[in-house]
């Protein structure tokens, strides 16, 4: 199972419609309807009940459905997060200039220092 499939999966499964979720991914019918069917092949269970005229989810589906979005939620959670940290993590550097004599003496016991209380500062 990948995040991909997932994100097919729902959109599908929130669409109930392969060919208005493959548009809102972007992406072909059938390329849709293949990941779909790799996604059940893994799972080894049927998550949608076709037929020509409609498009359903099964009892597996949809316990599916509620896991996978909670999966994804959680996942952009996560790259959020990380996102975010990165930005603040760029903004956080310290830049010093001294004169020989300081940089020799002085600084380095004041940067050990400044170092173990600010862990986030590079």
Not at 22 to 48: C, H, K, T
Not at 61 to 88: P, Q, Y
Request: net charge positive; hydrophobic share 50%.
């Amino acid at each position: 199972m990948e995040l991909h499939q997932l994100r097919c999966f729902v959109a599908a499964a929130e669409q109930l419609h392969f060919g208005r979720a493959a548009q809102q991914l972007q992406m072909l019918p059938s390329a849709l309807g293949r990941q779909i069917r790799l996604l059940e092949e893994d799972l080894g269970a049927r998550l949608f009940a076709r037929t020509t005229r409609a498009v359903s989810l099964t009892e597996a589906g949809t316990t599916l459905l509620r896991d996978a979005r909670a999966i994804l939620a959680r996942v952009e959670a996560v790259e959020r997060n990380l996102r975010n940290r990165s930005r603040a993590g760029a903004a956080r550097r310290l830049r010093i200039g001294a004169i020989d004599s300081a940089a020799a003496g002085l600084l380095p016991p004041l940067l050990r220092d400044f170092r173990t209380k600010h862990l986030d500062v590079a």
